[in-house]
C-alpha cells in the first residue's frame, strides 16, 4: 500500500468515527449560495482559518478525475475577493489565467467569488433553477499546499425549495446541509446534485453495503423501476466477475443520474459514486442509458481502486498522462456490454452484432497503423474532448483507447479461453483486483502482462501478446478466435465497389465533404480535402447518398472514375480507382446450415451466459 493510500485511508478513519474533533481551526470550510441560479450563477466562499505564512496561492483546477485532458475550469470564475473576519480586504493577484496569490497574510483568510455553470455533466458544472449538478474541480478554488486538511461544504438552499443533496461526501448535519471530506483528493472526486430527484435504495441482499440512484429525471416511479431493476441485474454480473464489491466510503454507493433538458451526455466515475447524465429522457430509454451505467459501475474496481500508477496521485493542474488507458477505460468499455449480455439485458444476436460492429470499425480505421494501444493512451490529453482550435488528422492517425482497448480485451478473452484450459479474462481481472486493487497497489504495464502470465500458466504467451496487441501494433487474427465460438467472420459485400466511409452534406447539385476522407479511401487518393465540394462523380451530379451508391453500384472493383470539385473556389478534376467494400460482419455459423461443435458450443457459453448462478 502506497504512503498516499495510507494517508487516505487514515483520514477516512478519522473522518468517519472523530469528524467532531477533526474539523478544527485547520478545516477548509466552503459556503455555497444561489441567489441566482436562474443565469446559472453561484456565489461561493472559501475560509481558511490559522493561517500563519506571509503568502498563498489559490487556483482552480486545470483537470477533473476520469478525464485527461485540461478543461480550464478558471474560464468561469469571476467577482473574486478577499478578506478577513473584519471585511478589511486582503491583496489578491492574479499570476496565471487559473491562479492567484494572496500576500501579508494572518489568521482567517475568505475568498469569495461568482461561478458560472451552465454546463451539467459528468465533468463540468451545471446551475439552474430547477437543479444544480456539481463536479467539484469545475466548481471549486482551492488553496495549495493544504491538500491534506479537512474539508467542510454547506450548502445554503432557501427554505422554500424542494431540493435534495444526493453526493458521497460524508454527512455531518443533513438539516443544515453541511458535507464533509476527509482531504482534497477525496473531496474533488464527489461530485454532487442537488434538485427534486427520485431516491431509489436498491436491493442490497448479500452486498452488506447500501447502493442507491438518485434520478433526476421528471418520468414515473414505474419507469425508474425498470431502470433500477437493469442496474441491479448489472450489479449482479459485475459482482460475480471479481467475487466481491469494494467497501464504500460510509458503506455507501450512488448513482447520480440527470436525465432530459437540460443536461449533456457523459459518464464519469468516482471512488464511492458516479456522476452520469444524458439530454435523453428516461422514459421508455432505459435500454439506451443502462450501457453508461455499466461501464461506470465497472470503474470502482477497474480504474477507481485497480489503478495505474502513472495516475498517482492525480495532478489537477495539468493533464494526466497514462499509457494504461487502453486497459482502465478499454477493457472497462468491453465489459461494460458483455455484462449487458450477461445480465439478459442485451440478447446474445444484439450483443453479436454490436461486436461485429466494433471490429468492422477497428480493422478498417487506419488509426491502428499508426501506433499501439499504449501510445493512444498517451494521446488522451489531446483528444478526450480536449477542445483545439486547428484541424487534427486524427480520423487517419489517432484511435481512442476506448475502441484499441476493448478490442485487445475481446482477443484477450478468446485467445485465454480457446488456447487454457477454463481460463479467461474474467480470472485476469479478478487476478488484478486480488493483487492490485484490494491492497489499491498502483500498476503499470510490465505488471499487467505479469498477472497475465501467473493466471495462464505461461509467460510466453503473455509476452508475445502484449508484445503484439499492446506495445506494438498488430492486429488481432479475429476470424480464426471466432471460428472456435463457432462464428464466421466474413466480408459483408465481397465483390462490390464501394467509397468507404463518408460523410457527406447535399445541397442542389452538389455534396460537400464535411469530415476528412479516410486514409486507402478513393477520394482521399484523389487528393480531396474536407470541405470540398463534389460536383461530378463520373460526370454525373452527386445530390443523394442513393444516387451515389447508384453511380458506385453500376461499377466494378478497379474501374477508374473521373472527378471534378472544387476546393477553395478553384475547379479541380482527379480520378481514382474503386476498390472492393471493406465492410466486415460476424455471423453464426448456424446461419450458414453448419452445426457448430459441442466444445465450439461451450466455449460459447461460457462467455456469454450470466455468471451469478454459479459464482
Not at 461568482?114 to 465533468?123: I, K, P, V
Not at 474532448?385 to 481512442?400: G, I, K, P
Request: aromatic share 12%.
Amino acid at each position: 500500500m502506497t504512503p498516499m493510500m495510507k494517508s487516505l485511508l487514515t483520514s477516512i478513519i478519522v473522518s468517519i468515527l472523530c469528524f467532531h474533533s477533526a474539523f478544527s481551526q485547520d478545516t477548509i470550510t466552503y459556503n455555497v449560495y444561489f441567489p441566482n441560479a436562474v443565469q446559472h450563477e453561484a456565489e461561493i466562499t472559501m475560509k481558511l482559518e490559522n493561517i500563519n505564512q506571509n503568502e498563498l496561492t489559490v487556483r482552480m483546477s486545470n483537470s477533473s478525475p476520469g478525464r485527461y485532458a485540461v478543461h480550464n475550469f478558471g474560464k468561469n470564475v469571476y467577482n473574486l475577493k478577499s478578506f478577513d473576519d473584519d471585511n478589511k480586504n486582503i491583496s489578491i493577484t492574479k499570476i496565471a489565467p487559473d491562479a492567484w496569490k494572496l500576500n501579508d497574510l494572518a489568521g482567517t483568510i475568505n475568498i469569495s467569488y461568482t461561478l458560472y455553470a451552465n454546463h451539467a455533466d459528468g465533468t463540468y458544472s451545471g446551475i439552474d433553477a430547477d437543479f444544480v449538478n456539481l463536479n467539484i474541480p469545475a466548481t471549486f478554488i482551492w488553496a495549495q499546499g493544504m491538500i491534506e486538511k479537512p474539508v467542510k461544504v454547506i450548502f445554503n438552499i432557501p427554505d422554500t425549495s424542494s431540493w435534495k443533496i444526493a453526493t458521497q461526501l460524508h454527512v455531518i448535519d443533513s438539516a443544515k446541509k453541511i458535507y464533509s471530506a476527509p482531504n482534497f483528493q477525496y473531496f474533488m472526486d464527489s461530485p454532487v446534485i442537488l434538485s427534486s430527484f427520485h431516491l431509489k435504495d436498491l436491493d442490497s441482499e448479500g452486498y452488506n453495503q447500501q447502493i442507491r440512484m438518485a434520478i433526476n429525471s421528471e418520468v414515473e416511479a414505474s419507469e425508474i423501476n425498470i431502470f433500477s431493476e437493469m442496474a441491479q441485474k448489472v450489479i449482479h454480473e459485475q459482482k460475480a466477475i471479481f467475487g466481491e464489491l469494494p467497501h464504500f466510503y460510509d458503506s455507501t454507493y450512488t448513482f447520480l443520474c440527470s436525465y432530459g433538458p437540460g443536461f449533456y451526455g457523459d459518464g464519469m466515475e468516482h471512488r464511492n459514486s458516479t456522476m452520469i447524465s444524458s439530454g435523453i429522457s428516461l422514459k421508455e430509454n432505459q435500454n439506451r442509458l443502462i450501457g453508461t451505467i455499466s461501464h461506470e459501475f465497472f470503474h470502482i474496481w477497474n480504474m477507481e481502486r485497480i489503478r495505474p500508477k502513472s495516475l498517482e496521485p492525480f495532478d489537477f493542474t495539468k493533464a494526466n498522462v497514462s499509457g494504461e488507458l487502453w486497459f482502465g477505460e478499454g477493457f472497462t468499455s468491453y465489459y461494460g456490454d458483455l455484462v449487458l449480455c450477461r445480465a439478459g439485458i442485451l440478447t446474445t444476436n444484439r450483443y453479436i452484432n454490436s461486436i461485429s460492429s466494433k471490429i468492422n470499425y477497428f480493422v478498417n480505421a487506419p488509426g491502428w497503423k499508426y501506433g499501439s494501444p499504449v501510445h493512444m493512451s498517451k494521446m488522451a490529453p489531446y483528444a478526450d474532448r480536449a477542445a483545439a482550435n486547428d484541424e487534427v488528422n486524427f480520423s487517419n492517425t489517432y484511435l481512442s483507447y476506448y475502441v484499441y482497448g476493448e478490442m485487445v480485451a475481446l482477443a484477450l478473452d478468446l485467445s485465454l479461453r480457446t488456447q487454457f484450459k477454463d481460463v479467461s479474462l474474467d480470472d485476469f481481472m479478478r487476478a488484478m483486483w486480488n493483487k492490485y486493487g484490494v491492497e489499491e497497489k498502483p500498476y503499470n504495464n510490465a505488471d499487467l502482462q505479469k498477472t497475465l502470465a501467473e493466471i495462464c500458466g505461461n509467460s510466453g504467451f503473455a509476452k508475445d501478446f502484449f508484445g503484439a496487441y499492446i506495445f506494438e501494433n498488430e492486429l488481432p487474427d479475429f476470424t480464426s478466435l471466432f471460428d472456435k465460438l463457432g462464428y464466421r467472420l466474413i466480408k459483408k459485400n465481397p465483390d462490390k465497389p464501394s467509397l468507404g466511409f463518408l460523410r457527406l452534406k447535399f445541397k442542389g447539385d452538389t455534396a460537400t465533404l464535411i469530415t476528412q476522407p479516410l486514409v486507402g479511401n478513393g477520394l482521399y487518393e484523389a487528393g480531396l480535402n474536407k470541405g470540398d465540394l463534389i460536383l461530378s462523380i463520373d460526370e454525373q451530379p452527386v445530390t443523394s447518398y442513393p444516387e451515389l451508391n447508384f453511380i458506385i453500384g453500376t461499377r466494378k472493383v478497379g474501374d477508374e472514375l473521373s472527378i471534378s470539385y472544387s476546393h477553395f473556389g478553384k475547379l479541380k478534376k482527379s480520378t481514382f480507382k474503386l476498390k472492393e467494400d471493406n465492410q466486415l460482419v460476424l455471423i453464426p455459423k448456424e446461419k450458414f446450415s453448419i452445426k457448430i461443435k459441442e466444445e465450439e458450443e461451450k466455449l460459447r457459453t461460457n462467455w456469454l451466459n450470466s455468471k451469478v448462478a454459479v459464482e
